[in-house]
């Protein structure tokens, strides 16, 4: 059975609940993607091959990854359940006008769909706005106004890690120690809220989680200072925190806020 660009696979039964697992072709795809839609008890399976079948699904053994998909979606959910301590919020990149968090602020989200290929956006903090312009099409393509979602608010995002990342480096060298402003990136992460790759004495290769543009001004200070830390101390010893607290007093109590918060990006 077909919906939109979307072939019906099977159905399969876990915690109490039936997912149905749809399969839609993708000739840029390199290799298998299973994507859950959990208020839709929907699972789409993303693959190069064409004309994917049932057997396709049984011969590559697809079902140790639909499982391995299940249960880490089911423990993340019993970890927020089980505990209140967690806080929880949603960027959506809903077709419609809605409020999204940034920067621990409720914004209007406003689409404003036009017949040209180009897109942009205006954001302002203080009016508390958003506004994509993007073609008309995507507002049926759930795929494409992710990505423009993601580009969008990646760029805000990055706008702001670079001017307090060089107000962090400035006061960390005027602290005694010696730092040249290393690059850093933008992407959607899938667990950690920054990583900081260091070989050697050359400039680590810092990526900052696009999720984070939800926190609070002050948590995302946090991050950025704790990658920069990195520079010097690999491992989050007394060392790492005793440093972080020569140039943020409350260093170590703020990363521990960090981790009280979970942000998921999602389609409604």
Known sequence: MKTNTLIELKTVLFD??????????????????????DRENKIVLTSPIENFTIENWHNFQLDNLLFKLLNRHKNKKDKINNSSKYKQVYLSYSADNHTI???DQLVNLEWKYHSRSSYSYNFD????????????????????????YIYVIS?????FVAKKQEEFVEKINKAGFALINPTFKISLKKSAW??????????GKITYDVKMIAMPIRLIEAVILHELIHEFHPN?????YETGSLIMYDFKLRNKEINKLIVQIVDY
Do not use: P
């Open 16 to 37: 109490s609940k039936t997912f149905t697992v749809f399969y839609k072709h993708s000739s840029k795809s390199k290799h298998f993607k299973l994507v859950l839609y």
């Open 101 to 103: 968090t940034l920067f």
């Open 125 to 148: 903090l203080e009016q508390s706005k958003l506004q994509i312009y993007c073609n008309e099409i995507v507002k049926n393509d759930n795929e494409k106004r992710k990505k423009i």
């Open 155 to 159: 760029r805000i995002l990055e706008n």
């Open 194 to 203: 920054g990583t900081n790759i260091k070989r050697g004495k050359r400039l």
């Open 236 to 240: 989050h010893s007394d060392k790492f």
